[in-house]
């Protein structure tokens, strides 16, 4: 056996490449391999395809053919050698040449787990470095992609969609007519009610029969226009789906995992579209004729109204997915600066790895490294808080609830740390951030409000029917999710203050999360469940865990974080940990 940095026999060198040995399966600089020294590989050229140790790694930045190339180090380099002859991935890696959007001479060999993004060399250089990305070599991580359980369920959500879309098709259809038919019906009435009055109301009957046909054209416009987004959409997906599909047969691995990742892009895209579709008003029309014409026909400048009732096209079912839990463990946020039992009412992942919780008995905020399930610091507050938001990488903002107020918090050197703050015209308890935009929610009395960083007010909403004991709140791109306690349910709305869904909990529902998945925690049905998109239906994902309060979930991991609020101090003071698969 060969020993690092020690001369091989020319028996060895020659008969290298056909020995099946654990040698030759270990990564080591390939330029000196050729001259008879192994040495382990510090580093990786995208560039040359060769594995590099130290001393040729930089060498290899400093020679002027060689200094523009990709280097990976050795955090993010290949864990298998290229060999031209016997590796397997050298076959792969000739089929990847998909060039990159952003930099079209560079072709497509990586993937970024954390943003979920296909990327090219330089993509990696300039904006995915090992210290903050997960990247892997397409090849490396594309072996067992065929047939598997992913592309199956890529396929199901592709024609599950695609039949959605069709969907959308035939109810507007059958809306658009109905429409149309109660403006016949209308136009109807306005004929038999004209009977009965003189000449001088031909004008007045012309205007309205003019109005009702204005109506019918946008009907038909904007028939056409679902017609069309639907189709456009229904062939997207197809040419996606029977892509995928050859490339499977095909055996095409790298061609079918970068298909895959576009075609889950494509999936988050048509969600939205379809709650853009599904918001699209049709009116019913009935003609309600002027019952004081008769008598006053003289001075009336009016031959009646056309009504309108809403008939709204119905957004499919969303089902939601049966999942398998497992525990996975539980860390104890209890800490010596503590001097009563912990409540955690709030808590944030800043990445998969750092928990961000308020302990509210404790005045304190609380940084959680999962991987080791310890407390790494601990930052006392002025006042009780309550909820948490993550408002950049490196900020934070928390509401405290009796002084009115929200503290904004940074993170640097792994060290919390206060910064400014903010007031607020009442007690505030939820709190979320989405680009620039804080939206809190306020206990006594319930009411929302959307602000701009500075505090500016963009949106109040303090109608009681809404509202009633708002807790906590969370939002992405199109919506915002309020548990309410009083309500028992979980509002949705828009970010024009608009309530778009609302889900019935039968319980009191305190902590929610969304990382593209919404959980809320029903504290006294000791149940958490998991609610769909539009708050149509929901499922219980954990059951029989004891008062479950503030929880949050990363979508990345697949894990679920959730605290507990009752009279046991030990479950108190535990975030519990469970992978839901």
Request: aromatic residues 6%; charged residues 25%; proline residues 3%.
């Amino acid at each position: 056996m060969a020993v690092p940095g020690k001369k091989a026999s020319k028996q060895f060198s020659s008969s290298r490449q056909s020995m099946a040995s654990d040698e030759d399966l270990q990564v080591y600089c390939q330029p000196c391999d050729e001259e008879g020294t192994r040495l382990p590989a510090h580093g990786y050229c995208t560039d040359c395809m060769e594995h590099l140790c130290k001393n040729c790694f930089t060498v290899h930045k400093k020679h002027k053919l060689s200094k523009h190339h990709t280097l990976l180090d050795a955090t993010r380099m290949p864990k298998v050698l290229h060999q031209t002859t016997s590796c397997t991935h050298t076959g792969q890696s000739d089929t990847l040449i998909t060039p990159c959007s952003k930099h079209p001479k560079e072709i497509i060999k990586f993937y970024c787990h954390d943003h979920k993004e296909l990327l090219c060399s330089v993509c990696v250089t300039l904006e995915h470095q090992a210290t903050s990305c997960k990247v892997n070599y397409i090849p490396d991580i594309s072996g067992n992609i065929i047939d598997s359980k992913e592309c199956q369920d890529i396929l199901k959500a592709i024609n599950s969609s695609s039949d959605q879309y069709q969907q959308f098709v035939e109810d507007a259809k059958k809306m658009t007519h109905m429409s149309n038919s109660s403006l016949k019906d209308a136009l109807a009435d306005i004929k038999k009610f004209r009977q009965e009055i003189n000449q001088r109301l031909d004008e007045l009957e012309r205007q309205i029969e003019d109005a009702a046909k204005v109506i019918e054209q946008e009907n038909n416009k904007h028939l056409k226009a679902v017609e069309t987004t639907c189709e456009d959409i229904t062939k997207s997906l197809k040419t996606s789906s029977d892509t995928i599909k050859q490339l499977n047969t095909s055996k095409q691995a790298d061609k079918l995992f970068m298909e895959l990742k576009l075609a889950e892009k494509t999936m988050k895209n048509v969600e939205g579209n379809k709650l853009q579709l599904s918001s699209y008003d049709i009116k019913k029309h009935k003609f309600k004729a002027n019952e004081a014409i008769l008598d006053f026909l003289k001075t009336e400048k009016s031959l009646g109204t056309l009504t309108q009732k809403t008939l709204k096209i119905k957004s499919p079912s969303v089902q939601i997915k049966s999942r398998q839990s497992s525990h996975q463990g539980e860390i104890s946020v209890k800490t010596s600066k503590d001097k009563d039992k912990c409540w955690i009412t709030g808590m944030t992942l800043l990445t998969p790895d750092l928990l961000i919780i308020t302990d509210r008995n404790n005045k304190a905020v609380k940084m959680v490294v999962t991987s080791r399930q310890s407390v790494s610091d601990q930052l006392q507050l002025d006042a009780n808080p309550w909820d948490i938001t993550t408002v950049t990488s490196s900020d934070l903002a928390v509401t405290l609830p009796h002084k009115q107020t929200i503290q904004f918090i940074s993170i640097s050197s792994n060290k919390l740390k206060k910064k400014h703050t903010m007031k607020v015209n009442g007690g505030c308890y939820g709190i979320c951030c989405y680009q620039d935009k804080l939206v809190v929610t306020y206990y006594y009395p319930g009411k929302l409000q959307i602000l701009e960083m500075n505090g500016t007010m963009l949106t109040t909403i303090d109608d009681k029917n809404i509202f009633k004991e708002p807790y906590t709140v969370t939002c992405n791109k199109s919506s915002i999710y309020v548990s309410d306690t009083g309500m028992k349910s979980v509002t949705r709305i828009n970010w024009q203050g608009d309530v778009i869904g609302s889900y019935s909990c039968t319980g009191k529902p305190t902590g929610i999360s969304d990382d593209g998945t919404v959980f809320v925690c029903v504290w006294d049905r000791a149940v958490i469940e998991e609610i769909s998109e539009d708050c149509s239906t929901g499922k219980v994902v954990l059951q029989d865990v004891i008062a479950p309060y503030a929880v949050c979930w990363s979508e990345e991991t697949k894990k679920l974080y959730f605290s507990c609020f009752t009279s046991n101090e030990n479950k108190n003071n535990t975030i519990y940990i469970y992978k839901l698969s």
